[in-house]
């Protein structure tokens, strides 16, 4: 179900990139294929910072200066992700292609991004005395926004199953990653996720969430024990979703994200404008006691 990825991408900055195409969305950028230590870093601060900027729980100013920290703040060395090891001249000849570096496995990118953002956040944290639960609110969103860029259409079934049961053995298989990646286009992503949390097989759950209707939807929602508050919001957007019929399997669009939050805004009270990072940080919100 996951979208085939465009052809001529850039990064976030709008400069040609070494990628290949991601869908659309959220202005996602392309898997990396060589993923160096400073190409996961570009892509986690800016992916932090551009949250910090949108993030309805800062005042204007405060979210201004983070957001611009978090793209300049020096960390130490260790808190840096290791590169991707380049095989041999020798190796590359044998294989018949350019020397280059390994694509990372997405499992190894998610902890490079998670461990990276945790980083960032927490010397933001210290340097301007946040709360710690504002930290790691902060961390939570903006590692998950890097992930969900990270990923694309040509990812394997099997390697997404890895990244899902990574995320799962960390205990980070939140709702707001679920419907962070639900809103986005990255159904392969999503239906993995909600398979392994309500111990369903990859096949039945992918059937339940696209062809099971809404009271199939439903059960397999309450079979992976996400939380009542949110179901409203996940079943709209799997509405939308359901209404688009083929077209997801042809390239996700801008133009589907933008239906998806414009049915949650309609949807709660308070979750407004219609804006991805507005709306996951007020329903995440919702779901604290």
């Not at 020096?74 to 044998?94: F, M, V, W, Y």
Request: net charge neutral.
């Amino acid at each position: 179900m996951q979208s085939p990825r465009d052809t001529a991408p850039k990064s976030a900055d709008g400069r040609p990139s070494q990628v290949r195409p991601a869908p659309e969305g959220d202005g996602a950028p392309a898997r990396v294929v060589e993923p160096l230590a400073g190409d996961v870093e570009r892509q986690v601060r800016e992916a932090l910072a551009e949250h910090l900027r949108r993030c309805p729980t800062l005042p204007p100013s405060l979210a201004k200066t983070l957001s611009a920290d978090a793209l300049s703040l020096r960390l130490p060395s260790g808190a840096h992700p290791a590169p991707a090891t380049a095989p041999s001249e020798g190796e590359a000849a044998i294989n018949g292609t350019a020397l280059q570096a390994p694509q990372q496995p997405l499992d190894g990118l998610q902890r490079a991004i998670y461990r990276l953002c945790g980083d960032l956040c927490r010397h933001l944290a210290e340097r301007h005395d946040l709360p710690p639960a504002l930290a790691g609110d902060m961390a939570m969103h903006g590692r998950e926004r890097a992930l969900t860029r990270a990923m694309g259409g040509a990812d394997a079934d099997a390697e997404i199953e890895r990244l899902v049961a990574s995320l799962a053995a960390e205990g980070v298989l939140t709702p707001t990653l679920l419907l962070r990646s639900l809103s986005l286009g990255r159904l392969t992503f999503f239906a993995a996720a909600m398979a392994r949390l309500s111990g369903d097989r990859p096949a039945e759950a992918k059937r339940q969430i696209f062809d099971g209707g809404a009271e199939g939807f439903q059960a397999l929602y309450e079979r992976s024990g996400q939380p009542a508050e949110l179901f409203r919001a996940f079943r709209a957007a799997m509405e939308v979703v359901r209404g688009l019929g083929p077209e997801p399997a042809r390239g996700w669009r801008r133009e589907y994200t933008n239906r998806i939050i414009a049915r949650l805004v309609n949807e709660y009270e308070q979750v407004c404008p219609e804006d991805l990072e507005h709306v996951l940080c007020t329903l995440s919100r919702r779901l604290k006691p």
